[in-house]
């Protein structure tokens, strides 16, 4: 199964940041946008979700897939405890018994269901992030984004928080896209990468990935792809 | 839990200190004016108010005082709400309420009491002002806490799909309380304030004012005083008990805090 692109164009008042753009991605890979700052990858994934409606052209495949995002913030009710944010956007497709459930799975998923009461202010920066996972999990979208979700968290956390991902996404969504500007993210959670620039967006190489999950996790051969992907920038 | 007990004494102990020193520096003025009709002694106040406390017309006016300012707040709060949200809803709409709201919150109380005085029946005239006064400030308020609603998470309510109701109950709701409790507490305020103020002008049967005005033809500064104190202790209270009812509702989102 497939998601197509077909002829799209966007653009923000005056500034083009999509012109007549087509491309294609295919289920159950990682698919990671990797390009600069502004270049158009985020408005893509937009698009290529519903979240914003381009200008001109088509999404094909989409059908009415349900979508988990993992936002670059963490976007959590400030209000509401950490499984009440879970809950919430639970209720719309479950009973509550049901929803329980799924909650305290996907909160134990991420080993923070000692702090289901916890109160978002009382979270660390990765633990607010995991929180985001997991309700990203627990909704269970056909399609996950993930835009920058790892921004200003350190190595170490953030390489956990991957392996979350990479653990557990196969068995819940059929595609996942990944925006990042980072290279050591790109490469160690991406299928395939492709290596954007713009605006207005270009899509520049695709690089295909085939390094074995437990051989990136063991830092192999990520420094080959590191020089390909940077001798393209 | 020990630490948190010494605390809550020594608070006790400086509010009662800082309550007797603003007694001492009244009784002290009294003493050096030395005349009660300026500045009576605290001590015949309370003896005045004690006084009054055993007059059934006390409690007649204390009871319809408070229905004035309710009935006046609730109003506000009402129309103040549903005025907001249909400002929110629509720009126009706000832009052409605006001016309107900055009008009555610069004009003067007393010519909106004068003014009410000829269009009212005295009972009603302070329940009207303290509908108008408190009016401005709650739409002002929730107007803000509408704007300030986080679109991010919005956003992030649409992607998941989740049902209007919830995102009206858990994003905007929460939102905006806050802005909300602020502009009820100063409205309790603002309300007695008020409400007297008409009173005194309108002088219904029963009320607080009536007895101020009175007080001040009869020159009895003792009276006055106490019946001022009355109407702080009211406001007072009245904010306690809206503190209390805020803190329920909210009572599970901040009790971890």
Redesign the interface.
Known sequence: MNIEVKNISKSYDDLKVIIDFNMCFSSNRIHCFFGPSGCGKTTLANIL?G?ISADSGHVIGKNNK????I?Q?D?L?P??TVKENIL??L???HNKSEAQLLADKYLSMVDLLKFK???P??LSGGMKQRVSIA?AFA?GGEILVMDEPFKGLHLGLKKNLMDYIIDNWNHESSFLFFITHDIDEAIYMADDIYIFNGPPLKLKRRVTIDTSREDRRNNKKLETYKKIILEDN | MKNSITKNKKQYFKNISIFIFWILVWQSLHLIIGRDIYVPSPFSVLIKLKELLFVPRFWLSVIYSIYRVLVGLLLSIILGIIVAIISSLNKYFHDLIKPFMTIIKSTPVLSFIIIALIWFSSSNVPIFICFLMCFPIIWTNVVEGINQVDVKLLEMAKIYKVKRINILKKIYISSVLPYFTAACITCLGLAWKVGVAAEVLSHPQNSIGSHLYSAKVYLDSTELFAWTLVVILLSLLFEIIFAKIIYKITNKRFSKS
């Open positions: 979700t979240v349900k979508i988990s995002y936002f913030e976007r009710l209000w509401a919430f956007v209720d719309s497709f009461n916890h109160y202010h009382q309700r909704y």
